[in-house]
């Protein structure tokens, strides 16, 4: 194995020293290079495809030609065919409080169904049993739309028109199937 040291008796090197002989060489830090902005800039990169990859996990795909059969008077109800009825008397009641508030003011139907559709999402894996979603009353298109969209979602086990603490005829409570196994002693 050959060594690239310079030859002392060339002419470069005589020449070399003669040019750089009075120059004090450096003294090298021994600093690392930043490795934190190659981090920064790796979790950029992933963040946004986290972020993408996070939503396409959270989307749930409503159907807008689907209408359930739902109640013509009283208030806004619903409970799913494996759940007690006890606690569609509970949401009532108010015994059961919100923990996430959904406020769809503003919102057209697309964007709503892409925010409840992250709300369930966030309240399930979170283990989250009640979220209240504000619709409003308004002209009443998402007030009507909003109770099919909800029923053909897999994790919403029940739901209920609020109790006007929580928004009353515009706002209905809705009862999230956790992952938590032992969440629902009536089934």
Known sequence: ??????????????????????????????????????LKAKSRVNTKSTRQERQVTASFAF???????????????????DVSTHLLKQLRRGDYSPDLILDLHGLNREAAKHEL??????AHKQLIDCV????????G??????????IQHPHVMAFHQAPLEHGGQ?????LVETTEPDFNPFR
């Open 1 to 38: 194995m050959t060594t690239n040291k310079p030859d002392q008796d060339s002419d470069d090197y005589n020449l070399f020293r003669q040019a750089f002989g009075s120059v004090k060489p450096l003294k090298q830090d021994k600093v690392a290079p930043d490795r934190k902005e190659k």
């Open 63 to 81: 159907s807008d030609i689907y209408q359930a059969v739902l109640p013509d008077t009283g208030p806004m109800r619903y409970c799913r065919e």
């Open 117 to 122: 559709s992250a709300l369930l999402h966030t």
């Open 132 to 139: 209240a979603i504000v619709h409003g009353i308004g002209s």
């Open 141 to 150: 298109v998402l007030k009507t739309a909003l109770p099919h969209l909800l």
């Open 170 to 174: 515009g706002a209905l409570l809705v």
